[in-house]
């Protein structure tokens, strides 16, 4: 299979690389219980865990608990009269809001019932806020209300300023660190403004909550952010001087003509912080494993290569001009003691071609102003490295450790998204074959189900909560490539997971083997069912689920997240009737498919530990999920892509393939039926003969089905003899183009084979 790979600079990195960054002792610990072959036991990881910043000390400049720290004001292209920016004393009273809808709609607090059930959105262990002072004062914008009182149609431009100047004169940048919660509606932007003078009269703004970027239309975003000034900008330095702070919120006036629209919903405000920025810093955007990535990846294989991508943002005073990605692959031997140290062996490096990470500022038109501002232009820069592969032939765990280095750095920037994986053995309860996996194989109980679905309404395709995954036809599936490989492999059949407490007896399911077809010229044509040597599609006998296969009840204690490892919880092994052999450079995607309606849910991988997933940037990571009822030709249908990880949380589905040596291979002797089956023109167009001679006499029938299994045509051809050669005529003329199979059935016995209608 030919694939265009990014060119990549192969370089060795110095041993001892993982001493200078460290790994963290938490995860390392975690992963070892969960995802080691040789350890097997429940982790316990307590709920509700507070992090804290661990980068230095702050400052604060204004909590909203002394007046005299802030100022709330209006610029002049204020329009709207008697709103702006307001103070919260405390919350052991009625939220002071102008209007009551946010009390209700938001907080669930009224003027009976003060304390009520409300202040959720404050709760500091559902967000994980730094260090959160609510309760002594907050500054907030009601914005809702303006649009419940029918005053949208102004101009929104106010802001509040902190009267304490920051003193910068020993700091080289200023990090600006607040808690925050929004939700957005439209066209607003929320800017941070410094000024060297008090009265503001020259200064710049950094834009942040940026529509399209950060967040969009009806989007909420809570919790402690952090902001860096930019040095070096024209109107305003943000280092060696004293500096003055304010954060402004603004939204235009509706156009003409339009049917008045909110300007937002609201904006909570509180304990801005500050601290001097670094010269040398690196920000990780995102990160994402786009081919190669397996928790278990069996000995007898090589896999695809590994492809990584991180976008980062410098935010320090200097760029870099030789930025890099590395990868950094680790052979982990287990301390047998507690007290002993775990040894880790580098085992490969790669690096990404060198890219410059620049820290500047543009200057932009301000609508709202009517005059040009500088604002941060922070280049987002991907980065990509790839490995040769990942390491196979020995069994054991490894380790892939990330890190962003350039010729500037002292130490390079260890990137927190640690992945673990396993060399595995043949597996006894796979009848010696081997799991291959892109899962870590482990049940977090708060991670624990796998639900993904679409509707059809009209011409529009919604996500649903809908049960289409217990609906018959739902099917899910997951890619997976070898390189190449050791010796003669065959794929033997799929292994599932159920889900936590989400599934039911008597749900009928199939294990399917699909692949990507490189010749397709459409991409309904993409996905096809890979066929074994009778030309028939490899699958399993349908599974009807048992009570003894379910994963209920496990997860009991509730002060912990329990964490499940194979041992605690139940697979499912679903053997194909035939064995195929591997292809090696061939795209194949397990699958199950639901043959009835029913309950069942697949588990998912917990997507807060490094994983590698399934990824969504390239044919052969992409996860496929077919949904029943929607359009052939929709997106979400075989042919299409699966690009929207967001909607199932990054969780990946613990479906895997099972693989071994022709040992392990299972085949079903075909009955032949028939000395000779044959159907032609293949393709045909309007017309195909089908053409057989029977090996006995029998009652006879034809059935044709398309790709899902669907009878097309159903044809009775009674009584008739051995040895004599018969034809059958088939109208394909209102068939649609593509893949059938037509089924001779002789009292009971079966022979399939396929043929392409094209027109």
Known sequence: MKRTLLALALMLATTGLFAQVGMQKLDIQMQKKAVSQMERQTVKVKKNVNRTAKDGDRTLLCDFSTATDYTFGTNAAHTVAGWGWNLQADTNSYFGLQGDYLNYWLLGVSDENPAGDGWWIFNTERYGYENPTWDNGFAYLDLLTIWQQGLQTGVMDAYVQFNQPIDATELSGIDIYFNSAIQRFNSERYFIEWSNTPDFTTYDSLEFYVRGLEINSNEAAIGAKRLTLPKNTPNASSAGSLVYLRFRYTSPANEPGEDGQPHSYFWFLDDVNYQGSPE????????????????????????DTLIYAVDVENTGGTDYNDAVLQNTIYSIQFAETEDGEDTYTQVDVNLSAGDTLRNTTVSVADEVNGSDTIYAARRNVTLMAASTHLPSGTPGTYAVASFVNASAMENPIALDDTVYFNVVEPSADLNGSYRWSRDRNVLIESWGNFKYGFMQSGADT??????????TGYEVCIPFTADN?????????????????SCAPGAQFIGKLRKINWEAESLDALVVEVMDAWDVPVESEVYTLQSSDLNNGLCTDPDYLDVLTPDEFRSIYLPFKNSVELVPGETYYACYRMVSNGRFMIAADDPRVGTFGPGTNYYQSLMLIFTPGLPASANYAWGGRFYFPEYCDGKTPLIHMVIGDASTRSLSEEIAVASSLNAYPNPATDNATISYSLNKSGNVSIVITDLMGRVVMNMEEGNQNAGVNYTVNVNTANLA???????LNVNGEKQTKKFVVSK
């Open 280 to 303: 040398h810093r690196v920000d990780i955007v995102k990160s994402q494993y786009n081919l190669g990535g397996y928790h278990n990846l069996p000995a007898v294989v090589t896999p």
């Open 462 to 471: 919604y996500l649903t909560d809908e049960a289409a995954w217990n609906r």
């Open 485 to 501: 490989t050791d010796r003669d492999i065959y794929i033997n059949g799929v292994e599932v997971v159920p889900a936590l407490d």
């Open 737 to 743: 183009n593509g893949t059938y199979f037509y089924t």
